[in-house]
T-cell receptor, first 113, second 112 residues
Framework: SQTIHQWPATLVQPVGSPLSLECTVEGTSNPNLYWYRQAAGRGLQLLFYSVGIGQISSEVPQNLSASRPQDRQFILSSKKLLLSDSGFYLC????????????FGDGTRLSIL | GDSVTQMEGPVTLSEEACLTINCTYTATGYPSLFWYVQYPGEGLQLLLKATKADDKGSNKGFEATYRKETTSFHLEKGSVQVSDSAVYFCALSDWTGNQFYFGTGTSLTVIP
């Protein structure tokens, strides 16, 4: 069966520090991969999605970036965090092609001080 | 473009009450429809899905029927429990399978 791992679960970072969140998927090949952000009490905001290694589409211009160095690895990064980057970050995957559901990791709670 | 609209929350119900969370959609062609549940501090879990008109998705006592004539996919449960307290998201995958849209979420609190 397929599983998705996301870490760390919680992170407290000072303003201006770098960020690296990692997501890996097991049990499937060539997944579509997604990064979402969820502000407190709010809905989901799609940040990035990827349909293959090295292929990243950005939905919202910001100081975050994403990379997909391997088929089942998706990384969210920032060189200098802002206070507004606080939130709950969710990674998701779906089967490529067809009207398939997305499957989510457990999320990372990021607090910027 | 395609979109999903779900009822505003929060919703507060007593245990064993009936639940309906409304969801309507706008889409070209024939989307697939989903309900997700998010418990506090966790990621989203797929609750149920329906892939064509008149399909009924069901899981854990929850049901939703894909109604093309009313472009709706309302979530229902006959008797809610305290453990159902969570945020519920309606979502659709467009007919190409390339785009996925989420509603804004509806918070449900069930009190004993």
């Amino acid at each position: 069966s397929q599983t998705i791992h996301q870490w760390p679960a919680t992170l407290v970072q000072p303003v201006g520090s770098p960020l690296s969140l990692e997501c890996t998927v097991e049990g499937t090949s060539n997944p579509n991969l997604y990064w979402y952000r969820q502000a407190a009490g709010r809905g989901l905001q799609l940040l990035f999605y990827s349909v293959g290694i090295g292929q990243i589409s950005s939905e919202v211009p910001q100081n975050l970036s994403a990379s997909r160095p391997q088929d089942r690895q998706f990384i969210l990064s920032s060189k200098k965090l802002l206070l507004s980057d606080s939130g709950f970050y969710l990674c998701a995957w779906s089967v490529m092609g067809g009207q398939q559901p997305q499957h989510f990791g457990d999320g990372t709670r990021l607090s910027i001080l | 473009g395609d979109s999903v609209t779900q009822m505003e929350g929060p919703v507060t119900l007593s245990e064993e009450a009936c639940l309906t969370i409304n969801c309507t959609y706008t889409a070209t062609g024939y989307p697939s429809l989903f309900w997700y549940v998010q418990y506090p501090g966790e990621g989203l879990q797929l609750l149920l899905k329906a892939t064509k008109a008149d399909d009924k998705g069901s899981n854990k006592g929850f049901e939703a029927t894909y109604r093309k004539e009313t472009t709706s996919f309302h979530l229902e449960k006959g008797s809610v429990q305290v453990s159902d307290s969570a945020v519920y998201f309606c979502a659709l995958s467009d007919w190409t399978g390339n785009q996925f849209y989420f509603g804004t979420g509806t918070s449900l609190t069930v009190i004993p």
